[in-house]
């Protein structure tokens, strides 16, 4: 992956939840979001559609980066085990391509928060 900063192409979605592209290419990304009191479930912690919202975008800008440069594929499918709850602070998605096929990519994603996993999860993306 480059090491340079890349602002990645940002959705109207992944602003309004604050999420931060840091890094895309070579079939990786890494992202983060930062815990605000609008993305809090009932129980004051990381509402899990956030966190959804977090892997999704990762695991598309690290599809998106091995396309000519604009959007290139959907998902398609993604399953996601949730490890550990966010009380505060940001966590950090990196996702990696894992299968780059004609049709179909197989992309995996981790969400830590400093040493400790948050989620771990894995999706399927349909190239268009």
């Not at 509402?47 to 959007?71: C, E, R, V, Y």
């Not at 505060?88 to 995996?108: F, I, N």
């Amino acid at each position: 992956m480059n090491e340079t900063t890349s602002t990645g192409a940002s959705s109207a979605f992944s602003r309004l939840l604050g999420l931060d592209i840091l890094q895309v290419g070579g079939g990786e990304a890494r992202v983060r979001l930062t815990l605000t009191n609008d993305l809090r479930n009932l129980h004051g912690k990381l509402h899990g559609g956030a966190l959804f919202s977090l892997i999704d975008t990762a695991m598309g800008q690290a599809s998106h980066s091995l396309g000519d440069g604009g959007p290139s594929s959907v998902t398609l499918e993604c399953k996601i085990n949730y490890i550990r709850p966010v009380a505060d602070g940001s966590v950090l998605c990196h996702a990696k391509v894992l299968h780059a096929g004609r049709r179909t990519q197989v992309v995996e994603a981790e969400v830590w928060q400093e040493d400790k996993l948050i989620a771990k999860a894995q999706g399927t993306f349909a190239c268009i």
